[in-house]
């Protein structure tokens, strides 16, 4: 019963801006560091963006950084990616992620959600 679900991928303009959400159910999640990852079509996986569990600490790919936001609520056991200035090659399918440390490393990955599409396209 351990999951977690993304949320709020759709279809926006170049330049426009998206907010991702990543729920879990079955652990709290703000004991842990989260990840999100992308991946377009034919491409392999990436890191976009991690949190540590306290929320002090982020870290984004360099194509992504001063456009894209994570942040975590621990209230309501998420964790969130705004997304803004985006552009066409952000478009993926969104992934957040469980880590065993903190990095945007694939290998640090304990568990996937289950993705949200993005689309920037005018």
């Known amino acids: 019963q351990l999951q977690l679900v993304e949320s709020g991928g759709g279809l926006v303009q170049p330049g426009g801006s998206l907010r991702l959400s990543c729920a879990a159910s079955?652990?709290?999640?703000?004991?842990?560091?989260i990840g999100w990852f992308r991946q377009a079509p034919g491409k392999e996986r990436e890191g976009v963006s991690c949190?540590?569990?306290?929320?002090?600490?982020?870290n984004y790919r360099a194509s992504v950084k001063g456009r894209f936001t994570i942040s975590r609520d621990n209230a309501k056991n998420s964790v969130y990616l705004q997304m803004n200035s985006l552009k066409p090659e952000d478009t993926g399918i969104y992934y957040c992620?469980?880590?065993?440390?903190?990095?945007?490393?694939?290998?640090?990955?304990?568990?996937w959600g289950q993705g949200t599409q993005v689309t920037v396209s005018s």
């Open positions: 949190i540590s569990s306290s929320g002090g600490r982020t």
């Open positions: 992620a469980k880590l065993s440390g903190y990095g945007l490393g694939l290998s640090l990955v304990d568990q």
């Open positions: 079955g652990f709290t999640l703000s004991y842990y560091y």
